[in-house]
């Protein structure tokens, strides 16, 4: 399973970006998918996460500024930012709990794509 992420970039503060996560391979189905974000030298911290069902959960840094949706039909999560401000630039990594279609789930997670948000 692999799962390839695009849409990073550099944004002015203000500004919005909208991320990608597409996974694919031998995948039966999906559970949780989440975003994730690090800065140099930090551990890495949930951004927002969404369930199967679609249920959403928001850090409070993000919350009313960022929304996460997903399509089951295309295994793929989005994470559109709107009012960016400089405090979001790190490198934004995508997570999915993937059930295999060997029946073993294992937990997946993106190469990670920069986002820059300048003042």
């Known amino acids: 399973v692999q799962l390839v992420e695009s849409g990073g970039g550099s944004a002015q503060a203000g500004g919005s970006l909208r991320l990608s996560c597409a996974a694919s391979?031998?995948?039966?189905?999906?559970?949780?998918m989440a975003w994730y974000r690090q800065d140099p030298g930090q551990r890495r911290k949930s951004v927002a996460s969404i369930t199967s069902g679609g249920s959403t959960n928001y850090a409070d840094s993000v919350k009313g500024r960022f929304t996460i949706s997903r399509d089951n039909a295309k295994n793929t999560v989005y994470l559109q930012m709107s009012s960016l401000k400089p405090e979001d630039t790190a490198v934004y990594y995508c997570?999915?709990?993937?059930?295999?279609?060997?029946?073993?789930?294992?937990?997946?997670w993106g190469q990670g794509t920069q986002v820059t948000v300048s003042s």
């Open positions: 391979g031998s995948i039966f189905s999906i559970n949780d």
């Open positions: 997570y999915a709990d993937v059930e295999e279609t060997r029946g073993y789930n294992y937990n997946y």
